[in-house]
């Protein structure tokens, strides 16, 4: 089950809200669970769903004829019109609130917290900021602020830029190499039609990459999904940060290592880019 309720502006004139109610499906979970190596069969009905997992739930759905040329919606409804075409995963920050569990029906209501005009090293762009409020009937599940960035350049070939100079060294690592077929599984389980992460010619011809992009929030699964195999506590926080493009077909090392609230965790591009970080806290 998947239902929208149009933006409203409630208190303040000036923001938009949007109220979207999902279920927990088990098969879904169960998908998710394929896609990580985990056993479908172990996931049950009634069963907390772990933080990093939400974001399967609410999915854009938006009728065909509504996707703009890069397979995203149009905006103007929720999403402001008149930002620059392009869109990629700046990061998000979940907070676990309650317990969410496989079978429960959840309500999230999202306003833009803003949307801020910067200026960086490829030129200008828009950084705007969600906040995600996600509950169920027993109460609230969990907050998220996820943060989009909208540029109009092509990247021209961009890698992953970030060093590891200064990063701690790690306490656990693992090096995974993500193909076109889990890509594929991510965005279908995810509802994701941005055609960089499948239309290898879009990807190059039109956007200016060497490959298929690996999804942002992909990335941010599989490091969160590393982090609760190595950390004996639940996560109570993730703090996710992306630092520049993965590729398909390129060899991925995950890196970790502990600190006094949890942990901290990094993805690097096979050349030894830092490309994506999240930090973890965990229950004490």
Not at 86 to 109: M, N, Q, Y
Not at 217 to 235: C, D, I, Y
Request: charged fraction near 20%; include cysteine; hydrophobic fraction near 40%.
């Amino acid at each position: 089950m998947y239902q929208v309720d149009g933006g409203d502006r409630r208190n303040d004139p000036a923001v938009v809200r949007r109220t979207e109610t999902d279920r927990i499906c088990l098969q879904l979970c169960q998908r998710l669970a394929a896609l990580l190596d985990v056993d479908p069969a172990s996931l049950v009905e009634g069963q907390e769903l772990p933080l990093a997992w939400t974001s399967i739930l609410f999915p854009t759905v938006v009728v065909q004829s509504d996707l703009g040329r890069d397979g995203h919606a149009n905006r103007g409804s929720f999403i402001p019109a008149g930002l620059s075409p392009r869109r990629v995963f700046a990061g998000r920050t979940l907070t676990r609130l309650g317990p969410l569990r496989i079978g429960d029906t959840v309500e999230r209501s999202s306003a833009i917290a803003k949307v801020e005009h910067k200026q960086g090293r490829r030129g200008p762009f828009e950084l705007v900021t969600l906040r995600h409020e996600v509950s169920s009937p027993a109460g609230p599940g969990y907050e998220e602020i996820q943060k989009i960035i909208y540029h109009d350049g092509v990247v021209a070939g961009g890698q992953a830029e970030g060093s590891d100079a200064g990063i701690a060294p790690s306490c656990w690592s693992r090096e995974i190499r993500i193909d076109e077929t889990m890509l594929f599984r991510y965005s279908a389980l995810t509802f994701n039609s941005h055609r960089i992460h499948y239309d290898l010619p879009y990807a190059t011809a039109v956007e200016g990459y060497p490959g298929l992009v690996v999804n942002g929030g992909l990335t941010a699964l599989l490091l969160a999904q590393f982090s609760r195999e190595v950390l004996s506590a639940p996560a109570l926080e993730y703090e996710m940060r992306a630092v520049g493009p993965l590729y398909a077909g390129q060899n991925i090392s995950l890196r970790g290592r502990s600190t006094v609230e949890g942990g901290e965790f990094d993805a690097f591009a096979e050349h030894g880019g830092l490309a994506f970080s999240v930090r973890v806290k965990v229950a004490g």
